[in-house]
């Protein structure tokens, strides 16, 4: 069984209730449930000489490597992408390969994995977009055409595609530490996007006031090597729409031939800067040092192109030549409507000591991008080289089209736009639209760092790279405007899905998430806010996060590797963070249900009696002896007194003060000092109603007007994680406390958190009154007579004319 197997089957234990634990250890005598029980020899992998015990690469650590050089031309008519590649295929592993495997995630033919499984919600509706790709499947198929596969002398090799995966058949087996190389010729038709869905395509502008113009989006458009792991071996899983890709690093050398008046822009680097004119190359060079972005292309330029469109001189074709170095992908962006402009990035790494940040966009998505795109580029590449390292590669993109997000080495593809009016042609955008396009690039950028350079699996696991980057994106999004932006992360913003049904464990795969932006996103997200705020603080989390980063760049590192690099470099144990917040859907909610004050019994009767008094004297008068009106016997008849009507049970006798004075005798000096001790102890009984155990944030306000709030770790709940009681000793007097006062612990239920409990306040909706039935008469613009309603409806056109 796979260890990701066992993980899965782990968490479908916890959510059906069940309390068994890993082998070898069993609980079976009462119903103690150990939150702290180590994870390390028992659900994680044991250590090799590929990954070692500190979550480091170990000794023997090894990667396939592969090249690529390939020549494509888009026909701009038929909407198609011809090409020839050739892959240069490195065996590091030990292994012999029989064959290999390649993805073929964008095979969208009508019968493909991903739209035979795919679902619809019961309700008895669809969308207009969804109308609409049922109808264009009924015309279009796209997926991989006119597949040829032969080796290096132009021999045939034997393939099978299997939906969206190819294998080719090797001649002879694949020694380690041999090479191969295969070339593959294939037609690709593009999907348009808004209509087939994707993660490229293309989108027209081809409404009656727009210039028929199109952007071609090229990802997932070849065909790649599929991964080739120590821990799995290959990655064969086939593409279902959800989980993402996990890649070989390699060289590539790609060529692309598109119309004339077209400008490209890819991962890497322009290998033949000649294609662009003399200007455009002195404003790029200008670029490099510059303050502010530079139009590389013009918005002049970019109308130009679109109102020629092939005539005055445009037509033909042009090849542009790209070359990037350590990838694990390669994309590209095409039109003659892109605006481009371009601003350097120093930073302090002499691999790669300028980035240039890079944006591409038509006219629509002005002026919204002129100002913020390119400058949130620069952004996210300072506060991730903070973090992590300085961004690895010479440049770094930010493409308008109709991919919302998406993510590629060097390449990023980026929605929002300003809006038009239809009557005024007035373009604005929302608050919305300028921080969502500010989000949207820090985030898809971030992916550059991962799983682009530190390469996890996101087919297996969307928490590694989407839960990583949403918290990279949450930390750079503070840093740009504390206020306005509001990325995942925050703890007080996932109490609610923490508290939902339909949810599984964070370490569940890919394709089988339940509301996938919560869980791959921010419940992850949130973990690393907490983790780095409450948990380790900002000095121990940021050395192990960043040596993590550099272990694994450029490697493919497994949550293993995750959790053992954060506890070997921060010095923490925190198997109990990793159990609750990624191998359970147990949620945070910590409840103060008693307080109690006490002091020391200071044995002295003199003290002591008069304290019980004190105490007697607050209770209630009994209701029997406020309501009888009578004087009682002791008042009419005085003879009936005596010495215990003079006395009670507070009394001092002296007896009391022999007593006393014999036990200071006895009493060593420093047990008469402890006697003497004054302080107030306070116990706390906490309650774990959520299940997942926290530290206990613990605000306390006492009667002289300070404050003082203290940090309980979770160990706290080692021995009960249900319900444990904690001591506090001050000379203080407490008036409240608070649980988690600033929020930090995504606390789900906070009426809990105060004692003595609080009012909260809510706001009641009040409901409309239910509309009435529906009325044929009134839409059919009929009218009753009033004199009977028996009579013919009459029309409003009908008693129009009678009134006249």
Not at 343 to 366: C, H, I, N, T, W
Request: glycine residues 6%; neutral net charge; hydrophobic residues 35%.
């Amino acid at each position: 069984m796979r260890v990701l197997g066992r993980v899965v089957m782990w968490a479908a234990l916890a959510l059906l209730g069940a309390t068994a634990q890993a082998s070898p250890i069993v609980q079976t005598k009462g119903d103690f449930v150990d939150k702290f029980r180590q994870l390390e020899g028992e659900d994680w992998p044991t250590p090799t000489d590929t990954r070692n015990a500190a979550g480091a690469p170990g000794h023997r650590y090894w990667q396939q490597k592969v090249d690529y050089r390939i020549t494509a031309r888009l026909d701009e008519a038929t909407r198609t992408i011809s090409a020839s590649e050739t892959f240069t295929y490195h065996n590091n592993s030990p292994d012999a390969l029989k064959y290999l495997w390649l993805l073929l995630d964008q095979n969208y033919k009508r019968d493909h994995i991903a739209e035979r499984a795919e679902t619809v919600s019961p309700g008895g509706q669809i969308s207009m977009t969804d109308v609409r790709k049922a109808m264009r499947y009924k015309e279009w198929e796209g997926g991989f055409n006119n597949l040829k596969v032969t080796d290096a002398s132009g021999r045939a090799l034997k393939f099978t595609v299997v939906d969206t995966l190819l294998r080719i058949d090797l001649p002879t087996a694949l020694a380690s530490g041999g090479v191969v190389t295969v070339k593959i010729d294939f037609t690709l038709p593009m999907p348009e996007t808004r209509v087939v869905g994707g993660r490229s395509g293309y989108e027209c502008f081809t409404k009656p006031d727009q210039d028929g113009n199109c952007i071609f989006l090229g990802a997932q458009w070849f065909p790649r090597a599929a991964v080739y792991s120590d821990y799995e071996g290959w990655h064969n899983k086939a593409f279902v729409g959800g989980g993402e890709f996990t890649l070989e690093f390699g060289d590539y050398d790609v060529s692309l031939t598109v119309p004339a008046d077209h400008v490209v822009s890819a991962t890497g680097e322009l290998a033949n800067p000649d294609i662009l004119s003399a200007a455009q190359r002195a404003r790029l060079a200008q670029a490099r040092t510059a303050k502010e972005p530079v139009y590389i292309v013009t918005p002049d330029e970019a109308l130009a192109a679109e109102k020629s469109a092939g005539k005055n001189g445009a037509s033909g074709t042009r090849t542009w030549r790209f070359t990037a170095k350590n990838v694990r992908d390669f994309a590209f962006a095409s039109s003659r409507k892109f605006v481009w402009d371009a601003m350097g990035v120093k930073q302090d790494d002499a691999a790669v000591p300028l980035v240039m940040a890079m944006s591409f966009y038509p006219k629509e998505a002005r002026p919204l991008w002129d100002a913020y795109s390119t400058k949130s580029i620069a952004h996210t590449i300072d506060v991730y080289s903070d973090f992590a390292f300085p961004y690895p590669y010479p440049t770094a993109q930010s493409i308008n089209g109709p991919v919302g997000g998406m993510e590629y080495p060097m390449m990023t593809f980026n929605g929002p736009r300003p809006v038009k009016d239809k009557k005024t042609g007035q373009l604005t955008y929302t608050e919305r639209a300028k921080y969502g396009l500010i989000g949207v690039v820090i985030h898809e950028v971030g992916h550059i760092w991962f799983p682009m350079s530190v390469n996890s699996d996101e087919r297996q696991w969307t928490w590694m790279d989407e839960g990583i980057n949403s918290f990279l994106q949450f930390e750079a999004e503070k840093r740009w405007d504390p206020v306005k932006t509001r990325g995942r992360g925050e703890p007080r913003d996932i109490t609610e899905y923490m508290i939902s049904r339909d949810q599984v464990p964070l370490m569940t795969h890919s394709d089988s998430l339940l509301q996938f932006g919560n869980n791959g996103y921010s419940k992850p997200a949130t973990a690393m806010v907490i983790l780095r705020e409450t948990i380790l603080g900002r000095e121990l989390f940021d050395f192990a996060f960043k040596e993590y980063s550099r272990r694994w760049r450029f490697k493919r590192p497994t949550p293993y590797d995750f959790f053992r690099t954060m506890e070997e470099a921060s010095g923490v144990d925190l198997d109990w963070f990793w159990r609750g917040w990624f191998y359970t859907t147990d949620h945070v909610d910590i409840s103060l249900d008693k307080v109690v004050q006490a002091r020391l019994d200071t044995r002295n009767p003199e003290v002591e009696k008069a304290w019980a008094k004190d105490r007697d004297k607050t209770a209630p008068t009994p209701l029997t002896a406020v309501r009888n009106t009578e004087p009682p016997m002791i008042d009419r008849d005085p003879k009936t007194r005596d010495f215990y009507d003079e006395t009670d049970r507070f009394t001092v006798t002296a007896k009391d003060r022999k007593d006393y004075a014999a036990r200071l005798k006895k009493l060593e000096p420093e047990q008469a000092a402890a006697l003497a001790f004054k302080d107030n102890f306070y116990h706390f009984s906490f309650r774990n109603i959520g299940g997942l155990v926290m530290p206990v944030i613990l605000k306390l306000d006492y009667a002289d007007g300070s404050t003082e709030t203290i940090r309980i770790p979770a160990e706290l709940w080692r021995y009960n994680a249900k319900a444990v009681t904690w001591q506090h000793v001050t000379p203080k007097t407490l008036k409240a406390a608070e649980v988690d006062p600033l929020w930090e612990t995504a606390d789900a239920d906070r009426s809990n958190n105060a004692y003595p409990r609080r009012i909260e306040p809510t706001v009641l909706k009040v409901r409309d009154d239910p509309a009435g039935g529906d009325n044929r008469m009134a839409d059919s613009e009929l009218e009753v007579s009033p004199d009977s309603i028996k009579t013919r409806p009459v029309k409003k056109d009908e008693k129009k004319k009678d009134d006249e």
